[in-house]
């Protein structure tokens, strides 16, 4: 039998013959930054109040952080409902009776963690990194179960917890454990009103797919 020539395979017909494939490179995402957050705040067109005394409360902030939360720009619609929320939230982180800052920040994480509130995940989980170090702000966002928390801290998240997921299960045990682990009764009202407050703010955020600032992202890691 004759053995094909080196150049058979130059005569074979053009269908049969094997064209190079050319992979062509994937075009990569551009990275999301989130700088379109800053601009585009929440899904809802409402137009900026008055802001009485020409925004000084924002003024202020700024200052003292070097930006404006966008929880704050969100509420500036109404001066009242802004000053009202300001003033509440303070009141709750400054003046609780035993509960430290990083105390109130982790609640707020993990409370936010359980309604997935992409906001307040954001921005506490950025809070409790600052406060207490990136491994616990990671541990809060994804599982607060995971971080080696004493008595007292765990006996608080799972409260909250409970509060958020099941209310209406909270009974006298789950506030005698919160007494064991040595909180007293002001202290379970202070711990009920930051997972309550933070609730609420949750919804909110959820509702009007609210955006947080970027500067948060990169934040203490």
Not at 111 to 121: A, P, T
Request: aromatic content about 6%; some cysteine.
């Amino acid at each position: 039998m004759p053995q094909p020539t080196k150049n058979a395979a130059k005569r074979r017909p053009a269908a049969t013959r094997r064209s190079p494939v050319i992979k062509a490179a994937k075009a990569q995402p551009a990275p999301h930054t989130g700088a379109e957050d800053d601009v585009k705040i929440t899904a809802l067109k409402l137009p900026p109040g008055k802001l009485a005394g020409d925004g000084c409360l924002l003024q202020e902030v700024r200052r003292k952080l070097g930006f404006v939360p966008n929880v704050l720009k969100a509420f500036a619609f109404d001066d009242a409902k802004l000053q009202a929320f300001v003033d509440y939230r303070q009141e709750l982180v400054q003046n609780a009776a035993s509960l430290s800052k990083l105390e109130i920040e982790m609640i707020a994480t993990v409370v936010s963690s359980q309604n997935r509130c992409f906001y307040c995940i954001t921005a506490h989980g950025n809070a409790v990194r600052q406060l207490g170090g990136p491994v616990l702000g990671e541990m809060m966002v994804m599982n607060y179960r995971a971080a080696r928390l004493d008595k007292r801290q765990r006996a608080m998240l799972d409260f909250a917890v409970k509060l958020t997921t099941q209310p209406w299960e909270v009974e006298e045990e789950d506030r005698a454990r919160l007494r064991r682990a040595g909180f007293n009764d002001r202290d379970i009202w202070d711990i009920a009103s930051v997972a309550a407050f933070y609730n609420m703010t949750n919804r909110l955020a959820s509702a009007t797919d609210m955006r947080p600032n970027s500067v948060y992202h990169g934040q203490a890691r």
